[in-house]
């Protein structure tokens, strides 16, 4: 059973325009929810990550919104660019330091 | 400072072979994991440390051992290789309170 829904399995945007990538979760444990990015070839690298005490988080170009009640967090990139086109997984913190990891977004930034 | 070092990379395996993949770390982490990449599936956790001499199972543990004797090395065996554990594994670390997983660059699996 995934512990963390995340959608679209892939998404193609032109450069320039806004790429947003919704997770779900399910388990109220969780208290951290980090966005790795993966390139090809690559090990997966946090980007930017969240805990459940705040709706938003900023940093450049990368936006996650947290809504609690809904259980629901996203990653908005801003002015997408090319260089941008990698694998996006969200993630939850359970006990334990455990991690729960969506299924991953393929994301295209088209020039 | 190397970080998360993981070996081989790439790797072939027969049917009921067995192989130890190795993860090696010089940030002094007390977390390590093991993760498994698999299409249409994200990561999901095999095995994981909290410190030395100290292991416990993940999601997916099965047909997988762990030992942890130092804080710098944790491997990961396969005792009977499957054609099911044909994967990518992912190690990665983290720092006693602090959240942020580093991962090695991954080791690709083929189990014919």
């Known amino acids: 059973q995934q512990q963390v829904k995340q959608s679209p399995q892939s998404l193609i945007v032109q450069k320039g325009g806004i790429s947003i990538i919704n997770c779900a979760y399910e388990n109220t444990a969780f208290d951290y929810f980090p966005w790795y990015q993966q390139f090809p070839g690559k090990g997966p690298a946090l980007l930017i990550a969240?805990?459940?005490?705040?709706s938003e988080k900023k940093e450049g170009r990368f936006t996650i919104s947290f809504n609690k009640s809904a259980k629901q967090f996203s990653l908005h990139i801003m002015d997408s660019q090319p260089g941008d086109s990698a694998t996006y997984f969200c993630?939850?913190?359970?006990?334990?330091?455990?991690?729960?990891f969506g299924t991953g977004t393929s994301l295209t930034v088209i020039p | 400072n190397a970080g998360v070092t993981q070996t081989p990379k790439f790797q072939v395996l027969k049917t009921g072979q067995s192989m130890t993949l190795q993860c090696a770390q010089d940030m002094n982490h007390e977390y390590m994991s093991w993760y498994r990449q698999d299409p249409g599936m994200g990561l999901r956790l095999i095995h994981y440390?909290?410190?030395?001499?100290?292991?416990d199972q993940g999601e997916v543990p099965n047909g997988y051992n762990v030992s942890r004797s130092t804080t710098e090395d944790f491997p990961l065996r396969l005792l009977s290789a499957a054609p099911s554990q044909t994967s990518v594994y992912f190690c990665?670390?983290?720092?006693?309170?602090?959240?942020?997983?580093?991962f090695g660059p991954g080791t690709r699996l083929t189990v014919t």
């Open positions: 990665a670390t983290s720092g006693s309170g602090a959240y942020e997983q580093y």
């Open positions: 969240i805990r459940p005490d705040v």
């Open positions: 440390s909290v410190g030395a001499g100290i292991t």
């Open positions: 993630a939850a913190r359970g006990t334990g330091n455990q991690f729960y």
